[in-house]
């Protein structure tokens, strides 16, 4: 590790480190904020005191020299580094050694993004400046549970996307040779393989197919003891389980938003995480002109966000609120934005789900239990063949039937429901007022133009469940 003479007392080699009680006397009566900047192989240290700054050297990211450098800190010093790949290694061996450490978002870091000189000392020196004025924006630091299924679902979605490149190879080689298209559903199937087998190829592009086909399978297992593992985290997770209770939404989507969220009571609404997972509109608003409505920010964590899209994909096909709401939207503004809404709503949903406790109201029990049932044999519990399970009605037609004209009825109701509204004038007809808030002029319409409005009562999708009663 490097030093600067001002850095003696605090930061010390291991091989001359002695706690000593003068060292902490003096840092008990004085705030001290540290700036990290993180690089792979160090970090840069810049220390405020009494309203000044000075640099403090470099220390090794190895967790001897973390070890170290936390036990040169006070109880009552403060440390604030920007998220990063290490991050969360640093904060496990300065968390409990000082009174808090502050993760801050770089991209709202704009003292440090637009600087003109922009160093590992000026960063540091900035940090530690924001940190002591109480004006760095903070991340939320995952607990180690949630960080492990975060890894597990990125390594999940790795092995997919290898697999997909894979099977693109394939169909890339066959479409250079003029291969017509596979009769089979499954290329990769047995059928499909046998007929692959029996193909013309160059030798050269044939070994191809082979080597191909075996990474394919090495994948392929791969996937399965991963899913396998998620399932059995899925088993123990309540909020996992009650999110399958939407249609559309199986494991590996439910997986996906509870690791990205972690803990949803730290969202006081759901349009906070909304704007955490990048599905909120861009707004543009100055002066006395009306707010501006662009595409989504695509900011935050986007492979949730891709799940939930995937998610809406299916939902929107099958009966229920969800496909009425997708319906609507479809028809002002076309298909892509519509389903992008509707990904939207899932995570609104989602969020009041968590929070209240409750499964989806209008949740078909019979493929619940069928995913559940899934979800428990790829964990790896026993089959019971020949025995009448909890999802043996879903492979009844009766009960798929009751339970898809029950959604239907509910997804009429909620036709009928947004027919039925009202547009409302604004209760201050200032314009500017409305503008300078972001807000949008609504102005009075019929109930045909009414079934158009953007706001929707709220809780927009239960609110069908008395007039699905009523109907009945």
């Known amino acids: ?66 070890r170290v450098f936390a036990d040169s800190l006070a109880p009552s010093d403060e440390v604030a580094l920007e998220a990063t790949g290490n991050t969360h290694a640093i904060v496990r061996a300065l968390q409990g050694r000082v009174a808090r450490v502050v993760v801050a978002n770089p991209q709202k870091t704009r003292a440090i993004a637009e600087a003109k000189v922009k160093t590992d000392k000026v960063d540091a020196e900035i940090l530690a400046q924001l940190l002591a004025a109480d004006y760095l924006p903070a991340v939320w630091v995952a607990d180690e549970d949630t960080q492990a299924r975060r890894r597990q679902v990125a390594r999940r979605a790795h092995i997919v996307r290898q697999r997909t490149r894979l099977k693109n190879q394939v169909q890339s080689i066959l479409h250079r040779n003029l291969i017509p298209r596979c009769p089979a559903a499954d290329l990769f199937g047995i059928k499909g393989r046998r007929w692959l087998a029996e193909q013309e190829l160059p030798a050269d592009e044939r070994q191809a197919v082979r080597a191909l086909l075996r990474q394919l399978d090495f994948h392929g297992q791969e996937l399965r003891l ?60 100055s002066g006395d002109q009306p707010a501006a409505h662009g595409r989504i920010a695509k900011q935050g964590r986007a492979h949730a966000r891709g799940m939930l899209v995937e998610a809406a994909w299916v939902a929107v096909k099958t009966p229920g609120p969800l496909r009425a709401f997708y319906e609507r939207v479809r028809s002002r503004r076309g298909m892509q934005i519509a389903v992008v809404a ?80 009202q547009a409302k004038a604004p209760a201050n007809r200032n314009v500017g007022v409305a503008a300078a808030n972001g807000a949008r002029l609504s102005r009075p319409s019929d109930g045909a133009t009414a079934a158009r409005q953007d706001t929707a009562p709220d809780p927009a999708l239960r609110s069908g469940v008395d007039h699905a009663h009523s109907a009945a």
């Open 226 to 285: 991963i899913d396998s593992e998620l399932a059995r985290v899925a088993l123990r997770c309540a909020d996992t389980k009650r999110l399958m209770t939407i249609p559309g939404v199986d494991v590996a989507v439910a997986m996906s938003i509870t690791a990205a969220v972690g803990d949803f009571s730290r969202f006081s609404s759901p349009n906070k995480l909304v704007r955490y997972l990048g599905l909120n509109p861009r707004v543009k608003q």
């Open 342 to 421: 509707t990904a939207r709503k899932l995570a609104v949903l989602c969020w009041h789900m968590i929070t209240r406790g409750e499964d989806y109201a209008f949740a078909r029990p019979s493929l619940t239990a069928k995913k559940l049932r899934a979800l428990e044999l790829k964990a790896g519990m026993p089959a019971r063949r020949g025995q009448k399970g909890t999802a043996s009605g879903y492979s009844l037609k009766d009960v798929r039937t009751r339970e898809k004209a029950l959604a239907e009825q509910a997804e009429r109701a909620y036709t009928q429901m947004v027919a039925d509204w």
């Open 1 to 66: 590790m490097r030093f600067e003479r001002e850095s003696v007392g605090v930061v010390l080699p291991a091989c001359c480190f002695t706690p000593i009680d003068h060292r902490v006397e003096v840092r008990a009566v004085t705030r001290r904020c540290f700036g990290l900047d993180v690089h792979r192989e160090f970090a840069q240290v810049a220390i405020w005191q009494d309203g000044l700054v000075r640099q403090a050297g470099q220390i090794a990211m190895t967790p001897e020299a973390l």
